[in-house]
C-alpha cells in the first residue's frame, strides 16, 4: 500500500505544479459549457432539415388520419411508423418506444377526432340556419392530438417539429370543417358558395409532451444536454497530462527505477490511475456545481439531476475510470510528448464529434451514426442521458457501464502489455 499511495502522492504533486494542466481540466469544459448552451439553438438549426421517424398510433381510422398520412409523405420531414415488428401501434407502444429512446417521437390520434370536426361544423352551420343541433348521443368532449417526445430531443428540435406538425393538423382540420359545412349548405341551398371557416371551431387541442418510463412529464433543456457532454469531453481530455507525465517518467528514467524496487509495479500503476480518477471526478463536480449554481444566474434553465444518485455516481465513475485507461494507454503507446499530447487530443475531438458531445447523434448521417456508436463517450453520454432525462436507475444504464467497463479493461491491459514487450 506504500506503494500505491506514494504513486498516487506523485501524480497530484505532478498535476498542482502544471496550472496550464490544470486549465485544460478544468477552465476548458466550463468555459465549452457556458459558450455552447448559450448557441446551442443556432446550432441545430441544420437539423431541421434532417428526415426523422415518427410513430403513429391512429385510433381514429378516419378523414384526419388519411390526410396526415398523405401530409407526411409530401412533406420530407417525417417520415410515419405505422406498425413495428409487423404489428399496429397503440398507445402503450408509442409511449414505450418513445421513453426508452427507441424512437424520438410519437403521435397520438384519438378515436372520433375526424367525427367532432365534423360535429362542430354541423353545429355551427345549426348556429346559422337557426336549426336543431347535433348533441344527443354525440361525443362532445375536446380531443387532444398528442405529440410523444423522447426526453433527450433537443428541445429546439422539439419546437420545430411541434410548429411544423400543428400547422399541419390546423390545415387538415379547417379543409374538414370547409367539406363539411360545404355539403350541409349544398343540401339546404343548392348552388350555394364555398364556405370559409376558421381552426377556432373543430374542438381539437394539440398536445405534445415528453415521456418517461412512468408517463410522467419532463421538461429536458439545453443545460441538461450540455453539461453531461462536457463533463465527458473534460474526463477523456485527462489524456493530455496523463499522456505527457508517462512519457517524462519514461525519458527520465524514472519508470525504469520504479520498476526495479521490490515490490509489484502494478501498484504503482494503480496508485496513478487512481489519482487521475479523483481528479475526473473533481471534474463532475465542478460541471454539476456549473449546472445547478452558475448557469441559472445566465437566465439558463437549471441542472435537474433526478433522483438516481446511485446510478448518477455510477456513471460517472465509469466515464472516469475510461478516460483515465485511455489516458494510460496513449502515455505507453507514444514514445514523446508531442505524439502523447496531439493524438490524445485529436483522437479525443473526433471521438467526441461523432459520438454526440457537440450534435445530438440522432440527426447525423447513418455512417457517422454508426460510428458514433463505437465511441465510448457516446456510451457515457447516452448513460447520463438515462439518468438525467429518463430518470434510469442502474437496471437502465448498466448496458452503457458494461460497455465502459470492457473498454477500460481492453485497455489496461493493452497497456500492460506494451510496457512489459518494451522492458522485456
Known amino acids: 500500500m506504500r506503494r500505491f499511495y506514494e504513486a498516487w502522492k506523485k501524480e497530484i504533486l505532478l498535476l498542482l505544479r502544471d496550472p496550464a494542466g490544470l486549465g485544460i481540466l478544468f477552465v476548458l469544459p466550463g468555459v465549452m459549457v457556458f459558450l455552447i448552451t448559450l448557441i446551442q439553438d443556432s446550432a441545430l438549426n441544420a437539423q431541421r432539415e434532417t428526415r426523422q421517424q415518427i410513430l403513429v398510433c391512429d385510433l381514429d381510422r378516419d378523414t384526419l388520419g388519411q390526410q396526415l398520412r398523405r401530409g407526411f409523405d409530401a412533406s420530407g420531414f417525417l417520415e410515419p411508423v405505422y406498425q413495428v415488428n409487423n404489428a399496429e401501434l397503440n ?19 384519438p378515436q372520433g377526432v375526424s367525427a367532432r370536426i365534423r360535429t362542430n361544423a354541423g353545429n355551427v352551420l345549426a348556429s346559422v340556419l337557426g336549426t336543431e343541433k347535433t348533441s344527443a348521443g354525440a361525443d362532445t368532449a375536446r380531443k387532444e392530438i398528442r405529440l410523444v417526445f423522447d426526453p433527450a430531443v ?42 370559409q371557416l376558421s381552426a377556432d371551431v373543430t374542438g381539437v387541442d394539440f398536445g405534445t409532451e415528453y415521456s418517461t418510463g412512468e408517463h410522467t412529464l419532463i421538461k429536458p433543456n439545453s443545460v441538461q444536454h450540455n453539461v453531461p457532454a462536457w463533463t465527458i469531453f473534460a474526463m477523456f481530455f485527462i489524456v493530455i497530462p496523463l499522456g505527457t507525465n508517462i512519457v517524462r517518467e519514461k525519458d527520465n ?54 433522483s438516481n444518485v446511485a446510478a448518477l455516481l455510477a456513471v460517472a465513475l465509469a466515464c472516469a475510470l475510461a478516460g483515465t485507461a485511455y489516458g494510460l494507454f496513449i502515455g505507453t503507446l507514444a514514445r514523446t510528448h508531442e505524439q502523447a499530447a496531439s493524438f490524445g487530443s485529436i483522437s479525443v475531438l473526433i471521438m467526441a464529434a461523432i459520438g454526440g458531445i457537440w450534435v445530438p447523434s440522432f440527426v447525423m448521417p447513418p455512417l457517422v451514426k454508426t460510428l458514433g456508436s463505437l465511441s465510448p463517450l457516446n456510451w457515457g453520454l447516452n448513460a447520463f442521458y438515462d439518468v438525467f ?12 457501464l458494461l460497455r465502459l467497463f470492457l473498454f477500460s479493461c481492453i485497455l489496461l491491459l493493452a497497456a500492460r502489455i506494451i510496457a512489459a514487450f518494451k522492458y522485456r
Not at 168 to 193: D, H, M, W, Y
Not at 389 to 400: A, I, N
Open 91 to 109: 398507445e402503450a407502444d408509442v409511449l414505450r418506444l418513445t421513453s426508452d429512446g427507441t424512437y424520438k417521437m410519437g403521435m397520438i390520434i
Open 154 to 195: 433537443p428541445s429546439s428540435y422539439k419546437a420545430s417539429v411541434e410548429i411544423a406538425m400543428e400547422r399541419n393538423i390546423n390545415a387538415i382540420q379547417t379543409g374538414l370543417l370547409v367539406e363539411a359545412f360545404s355539403g350541409k349548405i349544398a343540401e339546404l341551398i343548392p348552388g350555394a358558395g364555398k364556405v
Open 253 to 306: 528514467g524514472i519508470e525504469r527505477r520504479l520498476r526495479v524496487i521490490p515490490g509489484s509495479f502494478d501498484m504503482s500503476v494503480f496508485g496513478k490511475i487512481s489519482a487521475y480518477m479523483l481528479v475526473c471526478m473533481l471534474q463532475f463536480a465542478l460541471m454539476l456545481s456549473t449546472g445547478l449554481f452558475w448557469l441559472p444566474m445566465l437566465g439558463l434553465p437549471e441542472l435537474v439531476i433526478g
Open 389 to 400: 432525462l429518463r430518470e434510469g436507475g442502474l437496471d437502465m444504464v448498466w448496458p452503457h
